[in-house]
């Protein structure tokens, strides 16, 4: 086999975490094999690990292909039970320093500061001081749970030490990235509450260093879906085109699913449509609970990449009416965009983080946490609603979601070089 002329690492929790992010490692990885990079992998956890961590995750069974030139590398963790913490990220770590001390000019995108830019940076520390020239460039790119989730904690605690190893992790990499411009200004307004703080100067080099780089999307997965292909996979789960309200996403308060069945129960439409939850999470078990005496209320948890745009084109109505919470702020939105290139009923959600960046001014926008404006809005869509206007809508939505394309989107991150 010859040597790689150019490599991309892309540090990440990658499939099967039901993850917007592990779809963006995805896409960004197959984009990278058109554009000149010959070796493409994705470090990341064992299975076992996720497992056990009690993330959400795909059917293992039916986790798409990564195309040839992909590899998909789970370290196993270094030493035994007597190091209680660490290990799993050491592994990460010794990899990366291998695959650096080969000295092939390497891209490493890290998505998620923590843990996965430290594995980052401490990889090129490690490898320079061992005395290696890596020909390396590094981009870590920050996503909503580590503002919204990490950095927002340790301010709420006073635990201004972590904020600032936090910010000094993300500023050590070559390049900066957000995934929103909502989450570029709640990076610097974190710095900017450090350094009123602590006297430190983080807050003006996160304004002029951090770039946004929104989530790329593999249009190809959501447009020109073949009708025959809908109805099956619709009838196959009892489902009629055009008769069914979606939810299909992480279930978990901040999505706002509470709100969405308190407010279908509620709604004229109710007797007439179901209410179809497709997702895993950790309110699962709670709504099913919730809904057990509402036999229009369909779970679906297993469903997979291929299955997920042909229900998203069916549907009358997409809900994701998300709502901030102390622990996840919705700083993009993925799903958002990806219903808006599979077409199907109006968009129903809410002005929350960084959605509004996703779907400009292609949904039906109700205030966060207002149930019956949420049922109000969805019972407009579903039983008032003309169908030219419907139409419309749909066509309007797709070709802003276009920018989200995941070929555009790597051309931006990672122009090609002359």
Known sequence: MSRPTRRLVIVVRADPVICGHSGEARNLAEVALTRGFDDVRLLTWPIATLQAAGLPLKPLDRLLPYSDGI????????????VPDGRHL?????????????????????????????????AVTAVKAAGFDPKVHTIAKAVGSDVTNVIRSC????????????LTTFLASDELVAVSEYTKDEIVASAEEVDAHSGTRFAQQCRDRVTVSY?????????????????????????????????????ARAKGIYDLVIAYG???????????????????????????????????????????????????????????????????????????????????TTITGGTGEAVGDTAIIVEAGDINALGDALDRVVLDMPEEEKRAMEQKARDYAMRFDRVAVFDDLLPTKD
């Not at 590899?71 to 007597?82: I, K």
């Open 155 to 166: 301010l709420r605690e006073g635990r201004f030490g972590a904020a600032m190893t936090l």
């Open 71 to 82: 590899t998909v590398e789970r370290p196993e963790a270094v030493g035994d039970y007597r």
């Open 266 to 348: 509620q709604m004229r439409a109710r007797d007439e449509m179901p209410l179809v939850i497709a997702g895993n999470g950790p309110a699962l078990e709670h709504v099913r609970a919730m809904a057990k005496e509402d036999d229009n209320i369909i779970f679906l948890n297993d469903v997979d990449d291929d299955e997920k745009p042909l229900l998203m084109a069916g549907c009358a109505a997409y809900a994701l009416p998300t709502k901030p919470e102390p622990d996840f702020v919705e700083t993009f939105g993925i799903a958002l965009s990806e219903k808006m290139l599979a077409g199907g009923g109006p968009i129903v």
């Open 90 to 122: 050491a592994g990460l770590t010794g990899r990366l320093v291998e695959l650096l001390a080969e000295e092939i000019p390497t891209v490493v995108l890290s998505m998620y500061l923590v843990p996965h830019t430290q594995v980052v940076n401490d």
């Open 215 to 251: 989530p790329p999307i593999d249009s190809s997965a959501f447009l020109g879906l073949d009708d025959a292909a809908v109805e099956a996979a619709l009838d196959k789960r009892g489902l009629k085109r055009g008769r069914y309200i979606l939810f299909l996403s992480r279930v």
